[in-house]
């Protein structure tokens, strides 16, 4: 059984590795904090691009909702914000931990395409269910030694498929 606490690349796998704690462990703690500043130092700003795929199959759907770092920053804040003001009935670190799975990333030279998936749920203090179910494909780059994020195409459907 998967435990979704490990770290699935061995650190001898240095790349993999590091890909994992930054887009896993890394943005989970950030973003239960909404503490930006943990994160910050993950991304690439020149260049950097989110597309919001709104959980539909057809990319005629999707919208370029992330045309710079800063756009995607005020969401991720705003996000982490409204989350924070909202009650669980349940440990919420141990719940994102278990619906979170990284375990392909592509790299090609100093390029990586990561592919995280979200399956699961979280169950607020008043009984209600928030299913988290899509997926990301992460675009990273060796910048100076780091690992960083330069774009993303996130809620992506999960899984993918249908007509």
Known sequence: MRDPFRNPFPSTDT????IWQMLVE???DAFLAADWSKVAGDFIEEGF???DAKREISPDKWRLAFPNLAAY????LRQAEDFARQSFAE???NAIFTTTTLEDIEIEGGTALVRK???GSL?????SVDRLQWQ????CRLQQGRWKICGFTGYLPNPMGGA
């Open 15 to 18: 790349a993999r590795h590091a």
């Open 26 to 28: 890394r943005d989970i």
């Open 49 to 51: 691009i989110g597309i």
């Open 73 to 76: 920053r005020a969401e991720w």
């Open 91 to 93: 440990d919420t670190r």
């Open 117 to 119: 998936k979200f399956d």
């Open 123 to 127: 169950t607020k203090a008043d009984g």
């Open 136 to 139: 990301t494909l992460y675009y």
